[in-house]
């Protein structure tokens, strides 16, 4: 598979995400389980992106030191786009988070660890999915057509499904765990696992960090393919993909008390998936170029929300006393 990415620039990739997660971590661990407030989910909001922003800029002057400057503004424009549309996408997943932690009803101060140690699962194994893909493309070209038509298919039922309250209880994963897992039925602060009676059992802590994981990979199965429309470059799918989902943890707590006013945001996403993957078909026909593409994503997405504000979701009537 070809890709710009050289042994020192993975090198420098992966030292740049251990740092940043072991500062998440060790802030996390001085700090101590507790309730996030909107003001420190966005300043950790702001600091992901920022951080993201830098690792773009140094990507496009390294690259203007070995390539033509506008080859070196291509890739960094797909750096950007590609990361604009995988945390637009991920923006779905804090609904999916909202359901997990009231379907097992875990406390305000248990949700960051459960979300940040989730989130590196999903990492890793979105890697796993990206070289998987990447390499498929590579070797076979019209595994973008496939993709293209997955896409699209994917975006036509999101559009009829949007609105429609996620459910767990068909949850392949969930019950997974519950056939082969002992549980327990409370949490233990931040313990995952426990004694009782001399068994080994698993808190509710941990199957909530399992299914994090699993969920992020389910939804990225939509994801990956979106960005293949943009770039086949593995290096710039794999660092633009775990960027956007690193600040998924401070979007959550900055979001998560909003979800409900932008209750119109899953119709913009499956435009969004209906637009990548019409892309995606056409590519050999004529390549949309990366700047409409990113205009587009910007607009159906901020569109969306903005439909929701003017549009608020009505509430249901509220019966009288004693009906019902």
């Not at 009231?102 to 949700?111: S, T």
């Not at 293209?148 to 559009?159: D, Q, Y």
């Amino acid at each position: 598979m070809t890709t710009i990415g050289t042994p020192l620039m993975w090198t420098v990739f992966v030292v740049l995400i251990l740092v940043a997660l072991a500062v998440d971590l060790l802030v996390l661990q001085r700090n101590g389980a507790h309730k996030v407030s909107t003001r420190e989910a966005l300043l950790w909001s702001i600091a992901w992106i920022a951080l993201a922003m830098l690792f773009n800029l140094g990507l496009w002057w390294y690259l203007g030191t070995t390539l033509p400057p506008a080859d070196a503004q291509r890739i960094s424009m797909e750096f950007l786009t590609g990361y604009l549309v995988e945390k637009a996408l991920a923006v779905d997943n804090i609904f999916v988070f909202l359901m997990v932690f009231g379907y097992f009803a875990v406390p305000a101060e248990q949700q960051q660890r459960a979300l940040i140690i989730g989130i590196i699962g999903a990492i890793v194994l979105r890697a796993i999915l990206i070289f998987i893909g990447a390499a498929l493309i590579a070797q076979f070209h019209w595994i973008l057509y496939v993709f293209g038509v997955f896409l699209v298919l994917t975006g036509a039922k999101m559009l009829f499904s949007a609105g429609d309250p996620p459910s767990l209880d068909d949850n392949p994963a969930l019950k997974l765990m519950r056939r082969h897992l002992k549980l327990t039925d409370r949490f233990h602060g931040n313990a995952l696992v426990v004694r009782e009676g001399g068994i080994r059992r698993y808190t509710p802590l941990f199957v909530v960090m399992i299914l994090i994981a699993v969920t992020d990979v389910i939804f990225a199965v939509d994801s990956i393919p979106a960005i293949f429309a943009i770039t086949t470059d593995p290096f710039i799918v794999l660092t633009s993909n775990v960027f956007a989902v690193l600040g998924l943890r401070a979007l959550y707590f900055l979001l998560a008390g909003m979800a409900e006013k932008f209750h119109l945001l899953g119709y913009g996403l499956a435009l969004v998936l209906v637009f990548i993957g019409t892309k995606m078909l056409i590519v050999d026909v004529y390549k949309i170029p990366i700047g409409i593409a990113l205009g587009v994503v910007a607009l159906l997405v901020g569109g969306a929300m903005l439909a929701s504000v003017l549009m608020p979701k009505k509430e249901p009537p509220a019966q009288p006393p004693g009906v019902g």
